[in-house]
């Protein structure tokens, strides 16, 4: 049986490297930061209008406030919804890496070029986001009727599958590969890369939640004045600096996630990274009896 070796310090170190190079991208191509803006705001947009479609269609009971049944075209606009909500998702996310992509491979990219990367590549990215929203709808509805065993194997089981599809979203935008030959792709590539999504992805959303956590003090006391426009003061600017701070982790997760495919597929590290530093992060994994794994 073949194991993955533990996590070393040197790889570690190696993914802090990696995300530094990544706000190093970002701070060169800030009109990337619009993109994960946009999404959310597409994503507020859509729920609203879901939302209302479906408070039409179902039976609401308006004395106590409660909506008895959703109805046949209640569930039907609600799996539309979900469906939209992911397709929105995908197609921000793949318009982040068509920039990232330009970036890294030398060009200047803009926020019209970004999005004009992911709009060629909709016919591939859509039945991406379909099949992506179907696998996540079912494993959950697995787990959630399940006993703790199963909920624990159905949460491997996820882990396992957003692991493999991580890269499928770069090998689409720039391979223009179809939704089975993507998955497959990412699969190899996963090989090459295995742990290092991984840590790189926990190093920028453990940055993220310091960076939130660190402005808490500056919110607490606001509460803690006494006088409303002051605490609402405060808890406005705590609201609008978690919003930057999200939006900046998203638009480096969408980076380094170009970033590792880069390298997994050529073989070279990117022009914008420490070769040393990628590298060492990507150095061939071995099993316990000394061969290589995967």
């Known amino acids: 049986m073949v194991y993955p070796p533990p996590a070393q310090p040197g790889r570690i170190r190696a993914s802090i490297e990696i995300v530094k190079a990544s706000w190093a991208v970002l701070r060169k191509d800030k009109s990337l930061l619009w993109l994960p803006v946009l999404s959310f705001a597409a994503t507020l947009v859509t729920i609203g209008l879901f939302a209302g479609g479906i408070f039409a269609v179902s039976d609401f009971d308006s004395a106590a406030g409660t909506t008895n049944s959703l109805g046949a075209p209640g569930y039907i606009l609600l799996f539309v919804m979900y469906l939209a909500l992911a397709v929105i998702t995908v197609f921000f996310n793949a318009a982040l890496i068509s920039g990232a992509y330009e970036?890294?491979?030398?060009?200047?990219?803009?926020?019209?070029?970004?999005?004009g990367g992911a709009t060629r590549r909709f016919g591939?990215?859509?039945?991406?986001?379909?099949?992506?929203?179907?696998?996540?709808?079912i494993l959950r509805s697995i787990q959630e009727r399940s006993?703790?065993?199963?909920?624990?194997?159905?949460?491997?089981?996820?882990?396992?599958?957003?692991?493999?599809?991580?890269?499928?979203?770069?090998?689409?935008?720039?391979?223009?590969?179809?939704?089975?030959?993507?998955?497959?792709r990412s699969k190899d590539l996963f090989k090459r890369t295995w742990g290092e999504q991984v840590v790189g992805n926990a190093g920028i959303g453990i940055i993220g939640v310091l960076?939130?956590?660190?402005?808490?003090?500056?919110?607490?006391?606001?509460?803690?004045?006494?006088?409303?426009?002051?605490?609402?003061?405060?808890?406005?600017?705590w609201a609008l600096w978690t919003a930057l701070v999200v939006t900046i982790t998203a638009a480096m997760s969408g980076i380094f996630q170009t970033a590792l495919y880069v390298y997994a597929s050529t073989g070279t590290p990117p022009a914008a990274y420490s070769a040393a530093a990628v590298e060492a992060a990507f150095r061939p994994k071995r099993s316990r009896s000394g061969g290589m794994w995967g």
């Open 103 to 115: 970036r890294l491979s030398g060009g200047d990219p803009t926020l019209d070029s970004a999005l």
């Open 124 to 137: 591939v990215l859509l039945p991406w986001a379909i099949v992506s929203a179907t696998v996540s709808t």
């Open 147 to 184: 006993g703790l065993l199963g909920r624990l194997v159905v949460g491997i089981v996820g882990m396992a599958w957003a692991l493999v599809t991580f890269l499928v979203l770069p090998v689409i935008v720039v391979e223009g590969l179809s939704v089975g030959d993507a998955i497959r």
């Open 211 to 237: 960076a939130v956590v660190a402005f808490a003090p500056i919110a607490l006391l606001a509460f803690a004045s006494g006088v409303t426009a002051i605490a609402i003061a405060g808890g406005v600017l």
